[in-house]
Antibody
Framework: EVQLVESGGGLVQPGRSLRLSCAAS????????MHWVRQAPGKGLEWVSG????????DYADSVKGRFTISRDNAKNSLHLQMDSLRPEDTAFYYC??????????????WGQGTLVTVSS | SYVVTQPPSVSVAPGKTAKITCGGN??????VHWYQKKPGQAPVLVIY???GRPSGIPERFSGSNSGNTATLTIGRVEAGDEADYYC???????????FGGGTKLTVL
């Protein structure tokens, strides 16, 4: 059974940093592209970032580009999101998601339960 | 970037059929995926590549895609189907995923 467990969320002041982590199990982690998707309170789903199976390439939504950094540790089956220069509009539930394959494009097959990030003074 | 449009809300009586649309320019040439999102729960994939159904998803859920509109159809709607539904495509120009704004399904 695929399991994705996020951690690292919390309350943080604007301009500060936070690092999210996702522990993956139940599948061969380095066979899959991984992504972060977020949902702000009362809003829809928004893709944040994705990383290739080997970590060689990554991409970001324009809203976070230059502030967020995605990474993965295939030896530890873990995905991370380093969030710097946080803004109130970054307040959201952040979901770790597993793509359906090692292919960059496609859909999000499995999702974690999410971790809440609140950016407020 | 590619724009995907969904109606904000759809209402249906129990036992009836609900249709949720997802509009976009020539969306029929793209693969469309659908997610169910209930409050306090993680999103769940219900349809992939227009009409594929993941294991564990009831046959009542089906999808179609042609022209400028993709449709998620839920037959014999139950109270437990009440949720927000999101369509998603891959924007080949930006090489990024795009979500529709979501549709709230209300079971009357």
């Amino acid at each position: 059974e695929v399991q994705l467990v996020e951690s690292g969320g919390g309350l943080v002041q604007p301009g500060r940093s936070l690092r999210l982590s996702c522990a993956a199990s139940g599948f061969t982690f380095d066979d899959y592209v991984m992504h972060w998707v977020r949902q702000a309170p009362g809003k829809g789903l928004e893709w944040v970032s994705g990383i290739s199976w080997n970590g060689a390439s990554a991409d970001y939504a324009d809203s976070v580009k230059g502030r967020f950094t995605i990474s993965r540790d295939n030896a530890k089956n873990s995905l991370h999101l380093q969030m710097d220069s946080l803004r109130p509009e970054d307040t959201a539930f952040y979901y770790c998601t597993k793509a359906y394959s090692s292919s960059w494009s496609g859909y999000f097959q499995d999702w974690g339960q999410g971790t809440l990030v609140t950016v407020s003074s | 970037s590619y724009v995907v449009t969904q109606p904000p809300s759809v209402s249906v009586a129990p036992g009836k059929t609900a249709k949720i649309t997802c509009g976009g320019n020539d969306i029929g040439s793209k693969g469309v995926h659908w997610y169910q999102k209930k409050p306090g729960q993680a999103p769940v994939l219900v349809i992939y590549y227009d009409g594929g159904r993941p294991s564990g998803i009831p046959e009542r859920f089906s999808g179609s895609n042609s022209g400028n509109t993709a449709t998620l159809t839920i037959g014999r709607v139950e109270a437990g189907d009440e949720a927000d539904y999101y369509c998603q495509v891959w924007d080949t120009d930006s090489d990024r995923p795009m979500f529709g704004g979501g549709t709230k399904l209300t079971v009357l």
